[in-house]
C-alpha cells in the first residue's frame, strides 16, 4: 500500500545538524511532491517546504531559508530533510507528508530533540 | 491575508452535531483538507477539497464552503471522534500550505 515511513528519534545539541528521512511506497515516487511539517510540544502544525523528486526543485518557508536543505534519492523512494543550526526551539516532531493520487498521505513523524 | 482562522476549542456531547470553521482570505481560490490529530499520532486526512470524504473515514465526516468559510461537520459524534482538527490549503500562488491553529474537540 501507499506509505511513507521516516527515521527514528534523534537527540541533539544545539548548534548541530540533523537530517530526517522519509522512505515512500506503493506509488512513483518522482510523480508527487514532499512537503515536510513539524509541529513543536503542544503546538499547531507548521509547514516548512516541499520538494519535488522529479527535478529537484524545492520551496522553503522563509522561516527556515538558509537553516533547511530538503533532497531526495529516487534510486531509494527516499526524501530527506535537513535542518542545521539547531536550537532548543527546534525540538519538535517532523512529519513528511505528500498528496498522493489526490490526497495527504503523513509519514509517522520523527521526534527530533534538541538539548544540552 | 495568508492566515486561515480556526476556533480553538469546540464541545459537543456523544450523538450531537460537531461544527468547525475555516476561514481566510486564502480561500476565495483554494480548496481545504481536513486533518485530525489523536494524541501523540501523526495527523490523518478526513476530508480534501472542501467536501470529498477519503475511503475509509466513516460517513459522519463530512464538508461544506460558504464563501471564504469552510466547515468541517461530524454528525452523531462518537467519543473515538476527540481529536485535534486542522485545515489546510494552499496559499494564494499554490507554493506553499497554510494550516489553521487547530480546533480541540472534546466530546463530553
Known amino acids: 500500500q501507499v506509505q511513507l515511513v521516516q527515521s527514528g528519534a534523534e537527540v541533539k545539541k544545539p548548534g548541530a545538524s540533523v537530517k530526517v528521512s522519509c522512505r515512500a511506497s506503493?506509488?512513483?515516487?518522482?510523480?508527487?511532491?514532499i512537503n515536510w511539517v513539524r509541529q513543536a510540544p503542544g503546538q499547531g502544525l507548521e509547514w516548512m517546504g516541499w520538494i519535488n523528486p522529479y527535478n529537484g526543485n524545492t520551496m522553503y518557508d522563509q522561516k527556515f531559508q538558509g537553516r533547511v536543505t530538503m533532497t531526495t534519492d529516487t534510486s531509494t523512494s527516499t526524501a530527506y530533510m535537513e535542518l542545521r543550526s539547531l536550537r532548543s526551539d527546534d525540538t519538535a516532531m517532523y512529519f513528511c507528508a505528500g498528496q498522493i493520487f489526490g490526497v495527504i498521505l503523513w509519514g509517522q513523524g520523527t521526534l527530533v530533540t534538541v538539548s544540552s | 491575508s495568508s492566515e486561515l482562522t480556526q476556533p480553538p476549542s469546540v464541545s459537543v456531547s456523544p450523538g450531537q452535531t460537531a461544527r468547525i470553521t475555516c476561514s481566510g482570505d486564502a480561500l476565495a481560490k483554494q480548496y481545504v483538507n481536513w486533518h485530525q490529530q489523536k494524541p501523540g499520532q501523526a495527523p490523518a486526512l478526513v476530508i480534501y477539497k472542501d467536501t470529498e470524504r477519503p475511503s475509509g473515514i466513516p460517513e459522519r465526516f463530512s464538508g461544506s464552503r460558504s464563501g471564504t468559510t469552510v466547515t468541517l461537520t461530524i454528525s452523531g459524534v462518537q467519543a473515538e471522534d476527540a481529536a485535534d482538527y486542522y485545515c489546510?490549503?494552499?496559499?494564494?500562488?499554490?507554493?506553499?500550505?497554510?494550516f489553521g491553529g487547530g480546533t480541540k474537540l472534546t466530546v463530553l
Open positions: 489546510q490549503s494552499g496559499d494564494s500562488s499554490v507554493t506553499s500550505w497554510l
Open positions: 506503493g506509488y512513483t515516487f518522482t510523480s508527487y511532491p
